[in-house]
């Protein structure tokens, strides 16, 4: 965790993501009741109302903050379940194999043929709307995947030898599936739960916005809904889908950053090499040909040098001079 | 080696062993054939084939091979990793195969130590964490703070100290050597009575290697352990173990002391073994080629006769017809080869 | 009045106070620390040390071939007096190859899977002759006759073949050019004693006929001391000793080398209990002050810390850096 944090695209990342989710819960005290008819509808933005009034009268700003909190709780549950019954599954499978694991391929891979859009349309018009059937629509469709990939690092890790030397000691299976093996896989299911949130709030927008989820609930897309319904396009009213927008982009910006972030923790030698490249061009060289030469000059004095960034002269041949930091190097050697 | 030997005809590994002490661990004709998918054959791999030999109590033995030889299969199958096609494993007279999982018990008896220091050791636990498990799942400690206690005290035997400091450390702030040691200190901890060492020193730097196999023959010596060493390197096998099999292609070739089987190696193969390592008191002269032919064996789907008849530089015709069979050509000596058969008078042509 | 002249072979490579450091975000490490040594046309050298000695860092240095964050920060690399740390990517390029080749650890594993070993001779003769298709066919069909291989192989792919004869057809890619000096790292580690053997005879065989020289760097002392001519032992990057094959093995004079050589049991032998070297290595982000080795030399005294031991001559081409053999200084100067 302390790893991630150092990286300053998780930080942007957690921040953007601790302020959306307190103006959603919080920020929810301070304004209207969504439902509230507050004003005339299809205002613009004014100092009454930040975001305008939305075709029906309601005022937007309730609305983006309660869609907010429908939306993340119903994403982030998601995500959770998603990855929840994906681990269980892929790891019971890939630590077991054999015929446990061919029966349970077989139910991952059958869902995961599945037709997901036409098989929400089709259980979403069966059970009562809402963002509770949209939640279990999307489990349903996407834990499959999850799981494919967890399966696949829970067999690469069951071959490790400290698995065997579990195994010899005379672990009992769970206890080396939940102590040895998932341990190992903590930085996969936090990817997989970033993916797996990033997915079920996109797909539950896009559901209510087409208009299956339950209209009469204040969500980000059933706001998106209303705001194609009260044909905001052709009015100009911009105001009534903007916000909304906006917001889902910046939650996805913001669990993309912690994505990637994570993604780099998992394989450091990517940012070594960043500022190795950046160093190199510090003294006029580029790295990706031949070995590159920097000559030290003896510590104490500082020669001038060829390589400073104002003097930015390429050097042909990948030699540069550097001034050796005085002290450095500070041993003290025998005159024969 | 003299030529009026006591010529016995095959002779089973149980005949050398004295009646009067029943031997820790007897292997009694193991096979292992691996079923390999090539497209849409399903290829057999004989991986062991009928592998047999004793370790008695406070034993060192080396089971030496290349790649290839089976000689860690072997090793998984009696730590019961895998299940092996067909034999026997009997523990104190008791075969262990017998029961479908190993019981606890079987696994307070025998332990393994591996080849990669660093993947043994899970990197998300502590040192300590490695140590402590095995004496709380075999309950043989009271409470989590005997178990550190103990866990110090089992660090320290390994010579990681000081223990308790050790013991908060994660396998990756550890050297090869140190985290070896550790694995080492996992093992004993519910005080095996046979340990199976896979090449445990095969990764590790040869100033280390010493330090490691001086701490296994001292815990032989001191707890009485016996231990199962699997090796390609022949000198460690001396340095080590007091009796040495040499495996080829899953066969057993040849067994015996230590000593004995490399002074006077009496099977070809480890003939060849043995001329081809590197000697520093060559050192300056001509690079010998090796006396026998490079290869690997064919472990799928063999040839009748004897593994090593196409790189044997004693073959004879009888060898690639006839598997040959194992004789007692010493106390104590084995040899499987057709060199050594009754009446045969034939013997290796390769300087020893 | 009876002069000898021992005819001396001219210097092909000669490495002088080389180092290379790494530049990590953490710090910057020096892996090789003014490492010194010479290799003379037709000569075998062999590069010997223990992980973190730095001898492959040595040995891609001189090729120029480390990969990031690697850089060479001091020393001169001369090739037949030339300094190849001054080449352009010109020169470099047929210096590469053409006078100085490599075969790598696994280097077995490096042939493309998808294309025949046929191919891929030409593909290297090609990259760097101005010759024929047809020619360069002919070429690599010799080529595989010198390493022993049947040249009806060209036609077949590199997991038909086994790994000691991959090992084969990579070597027959380096001497394609005629190079004079053939780098080897680690080249058999994967393979078996046996073909070990079979290939370093075949490359000795090889050596006496087309006369190149070889820097062979391995961990494997053993090898190394019947493999080649003259070697160097390397400690925490730098060189501990450096002497003829024979005389490190009967007369080592660095402790290092003396316990290294104390720690490799013999199987011909009866066992004798060794020692091994206590400690652990050094970690090159904080070496010790002085000598490197001084923390685990059985021989330190108080100078050992405070004093870096230079490369000291104890006889024709051999010379340890010990202090043990340094006359004393007048002075110690404080850098």
Avoid at chain 3, 58 to 71: D, E, H, T, Y
Wanted: glycine share 8%.
């Amino acid at each position: 965790m302390r790893g991630l944090l150092a990286d300053r695209r998780a930080r942007i990342g957690f921040l953007l993501l601790g302020v959306s989710l307190a103006i959603a819960f919080i920020g929810s005290l301070f304004v209207h009741d969504p439902s509230d008819l507050v004003a005339k509808p299809l205002m613009p933005p004014s100092a009454a109302h930040w975001l305008g009034t939305t075709g029906q009268g309601q005022d937007v700003l309730a609305q983006t903050i309660a869609g907010a909190r429908a939306s993340l709780t119903v994403g982030f549950l998601v995500g959770f379940l998603v990855v929840a019954i994906g681990a269980v599954i892929g790891t019971i499978a890939g630590y077991f194999g054999g015929w446990v694991d061919d029966v349970l391929s077989l139910i991952v891979n059958v869902f995961l043929v599945m037709p997901g859009l036409p098989l929400m349309v089709v259980i979403a018009a069966y059970l009562p709307p809402g963002p509770g059937t949209i939640g279990f629509v999307l489990v349903l469709t996407g834990w499959a995947w999850t799981a494919r990939v967890i399966r696949s690092q829970a067999l690469a890790l069951r071959e490790r030898d400290f698995v065997h030397a579990a195994v010899v000691s005379g672990e009992s299976h769970w206890r080396i599936i939940l102590w040895e093996i998932l341990p190992n896989m903590s930085s996969l299911l936090a990817s997989s739960f970033i993916g797996a949130a990033i997915y079920a709030i996109g797909a539950e927008v896009g559901l209510e916005f087409l208009g299956l989820g339950d209209v009469s609930q204040v969500t980000w897309g059933t706001n998106l809904f209303w705001s194609a319904n009260d044909s905001a396009l052709v009015t100009g009213s911009w105001w009534t889908f903007v916000p909304t927008g906006l917001a889902i982009a910046a939650v996805g910006f913001a669990l993309a950053l912690l994505s990637n972030a994570l993604d780099e923790l998992g394989n450091p030698r990517l940012r070594g090499e960043d500022d190795f490249i950046k160093r190199l061009r510090g003294y006029g060289l580029r790295a990706g040909g031949a070995t590159p030469v920097l000559r030290r000059t003896p510590g104490g004095a500082v020669e001038s040098t060829v390589a400073t960034s104002t003097a930015r002269a390429e050097a042909p041949n990948g030699v540069a001079r550097v001034p050796g930091e005085p002290g450095k190097k500070g041993e003290t050697r025998v005159q024969p | 080696m003299s030529e009026n030997l006591a010529q016995v005809t095959p002779a089973p590994a149980s005949a050398i062993v004295s009646p009067a002490e029943q031997p820790l661990l007897q292997v009694q004709d193991l096979n292992m054939v691996f079923h390999v998918r090539d497209g849409l054959k399903v290829q057999h791999l004989h991986a062991l084939t009928n592998l047999s030999f004793d370790v008695r109590r406070g034993e060192a033995v080396a089971l030496v091979g290349e790649s290839g030889s089976g000689k860690s299969t072997a090793a998984r199958i009696i730590a019961r990793l895998t299940a092996p096609t067909s034999g026997k494993i009997l523990l104190d007279g008791e075969n262990v195969l017998a029961r479908r999982r190993a019981t606890l018990d079987f696994r307070a008896r025998v332990q393994m130590i591996f080849q990669d220091p660093f993947g043994s050791l899970n990197p998300v636990h502590t040192v300590g964490y490695h140590v402590e498990r095995p004496l709380l799942r075999h309950a043989l400690v009271g409470s989590r703070a005997e178990a550190k206690v103990r866990t110090k005290e089992l660090l320290e035997r390994v010579g990681l100290t000081p223990g308790n400091e050790v013991a908060n450390r994660y396998p990756h702030e550890l050297s090869g050597g140190q985290r070896q040691r550790a694995a080492i200190a996992r093992a004993l901890a519910v005080s095996p009575e046979l340990v199976l060492a896979d090449e445990p020193t095969s990764m590790l730097d040869a100033s280390i290697r010493v330090g490691v196999l001086n701490l296994l023959r001292e815990l032989k010596e001191d707890r009485g352990l016996a231990l199962l060493f699997i090796t390609h390197d022949l000198a460690s096998a001396r340095y080590l173990a007091d009796r040495t099999l040499v495996l080829y292609a899953g066969h057993l070739c040849e067994s015996g002391p230590s000593g004995q089987v490399m002074d006077e190696p009496a099977h070809p193969y480890t003939r060849l073994l043995l001329s081809a390592l590197p000697d520093p008191r060559r050192a300056g002269g001509v690079i010998e080629p090796p006396r026998g032919k490079s290869g690997a064996p064919r472990l799928i789907d063999p040839a009748p006769g004897c593994a090593f008849a196409d790189r044997c530089p004693d073959v004879h015709d009888r060898c690639r017809s006839e598997s040959p069979t194992m004789h007692l050509i010493a106390p104590g000596r084995l040899v499987r080869c057709h060199l050594y058969a009754a009446g045969s008078t034939q013997r290796p042509t390769l300087p020893s | 009045m009876t002069v000898s002249i021992t005819t001396v072979a001219p210097e092909l490579l000669r490495v002088e106070d080389l180092a290379v450091e790494y530049l990590t975000p953490d710090g910057d490490v020096r892996v090789v620390d003014d490492v010194s040594f010479t290799i003379r046309e037709g000569e075998c050298f062999g590069l010997a040390g223990e992980s973190g000695s730095g001898k492959s860092t040595v040995a891609m240095a001189i090729l120029r071939l480390l990969k990031p964050p690697g850089v060479i920060s001091g020393g001169r690399v001369l090739w037949r007096g030339e300094d190849v740390l001054d080449f352009d990517d010109a020169s470099l390029r047929a210096f590469r190859w053409r006078e100085v080749s490599l075969v790598m650890q696994s280097a077995m594993n490096a042939l493309n899977p998808v294309i025949t070993i046929g191919e891929q001779l030409c593909d290297v003769i090609l990259a760097h002759e101005a010759v024929t298709p047809v020619q360069a066919l002919e070429r690599a069909a010799s080529l595989l006759e010198l390493v022993n291989i049947d040249s009806g192989r060209l036609k077949s792919f590199p997991h038909e073949l086994s790994g000691g004869m991959r090992q084969r057809v990579v070597i027959a890619m380096a001497l394609a050019l005629s190079p004079r000096l053939m780098i080897m790292d680690e080249p058999t580690t994967a393979l078996d004693v046996v073909v070990q053997r079979e290939i370093l005879a075949q490359i000795s065989e090889l050596r006496a006929k087309l006369g190149f020289a070889v820097l062979l760097v391995t961990h494997d002392l053993s090898l190394m001391l019947e493999f080649c001519t003259q070697v160097g032992v390397l400690y925490a990057g730098r060189l501990a000793e450096l002497a003829p094959a024979r005389e490190l093995v009967t007369a080592p004079k660095h402790p290092y080398t003396q316990a290294l050589l104390a720690s490799i049991p013999d199987p011909r032998r009866a066992v004798v209990r060794l020692q091994g070297i206590p400690g652990i290595h050094v970690d090159l982000r904080r070496p010790p002050e002085g000598c490197r080795f001084h923390p685990r030399c059985p021989r330190a005294f108080d100078r050992c810390p405070e004093v870096r031991p230079e490369l000291t001559p104890l006889g024709p081409d051999h010379l340890a850096s010990c202090l043990l053999y340094s006359t004393p200084p007048a002075t110690t100067v404080q850098s």
